[in-house]
């Protein structure tokens, strides 16, 4: 199993839908999520972190299950402008249970956003 | 404030050939990583420094991969040979010492042909 699994998409959908996407991860001991954006031949850009009860920003809303072992990402009243890949980031805990800032990246989720 | 900066942006060499990248940090921030990103898939570390030191540099092929940071600033990483599964792009960033939060460079494209 992957340590970051997203699915790769794409999703295409209208201006104004809500999609969301889900990001899971496999150590259980992992303790901070974000989520990146990257547009075409750009380098990823810090979207949001996500906390544990949730956090809003916008139009976006990141959200953790620690149960399930996932975040998710929810963009509503999709504009042209959000057609990009959307990455989320773990933290890596090694066996010792330190993880020194390392991030473990998924795929990447390509979202297009249509008139 | 200026972001990470890095250079050359493209760059385009034969295999077997070598090639270095240089990246400098936003200013303040300890931590600094290279990514290797290949077309379709996520990030992938290939080193992070705290300062001058290596924190992790697990998944850097130390066969023909090296980076250094000598005065906890700027890096650089050199690849020597390059190969054609080499192409991709190569990623800088840096975050404060205590902070996962991660900042990226505009990255420099690498083509081996």
């Known amino acids: 199993r992957k340590e970051v699994e997203q699915d790769p998409g794409p999703f295409n959908v209208p201006e104004g839908a809500t999609v969301a996407f889900n990001c899971t991860y496999s150590?259980?001991?992992?303790?901070?999520f974000f989520w990146y954006r990257q547009d075409c031949r750009k380098e990823p850009k810090l979207l949001m972190s996500?906390?544990?009860s949730g956090n809003e920003d916008g139009r976006f809303t990141a959200q953790l299950n620690r149960a399930s072992q996932y975040i998710s990402l929810l963009i509503r009243d999709s504009k042209l402008s959000d057609s990009a890949t959307y990455l989320c980031?773990?933290?890596?805990?090694?066996?010792?249970?330190?993880?020194?800032?390392?991030?473990?990246f998924g795929q990447g989720t390509i979202l297009t956003v249509h008139p | 404030e200026a972001g990470v900066a890095q250079s050359p942006r493209y760059k385009i060499i034969e295999k077997r050939q070598s090639v270095a990248f240089w990246c400098n940090p936003i200013?303040?921030?300890?931590?600094l990583y290279w990514y290797q990103q290949i077309l379709g898939q996520g990030p992938k570390l290939l080193i992070q420094?705290?300062?001058?030191?290596?924190?992790?540099d697990s998944q850097l092929p130390k066969d023909r991969f090296s980076a250094e940071r000598l005065k906890g600033v700027d890096s650089t990483l050199k690849i020597q040979p390059a190969k054609l599964e080499d192409s991709a792009v190569y990623l800088c960033a840096s975050s404060l010492w205590d902070s996962y939060e991660q900042y990226f460079g505009p990255g420099t494209r690498l083509t081996v042909t």
């Open positions: 150590n259980s001991a992992s303790q901070s």
């Open positions: 996500v906390y544990s």
């Open positions: 200013s303040g921030h300890a931590t």
């Open positions: 420094f705290q300062n001058n030191g290596v924190v992790d």
């Open positions: 980031a773990v933290n890596i805990v090694n066996a010792g249970g330190t993880s020194y800032g390392k991030l473990t």
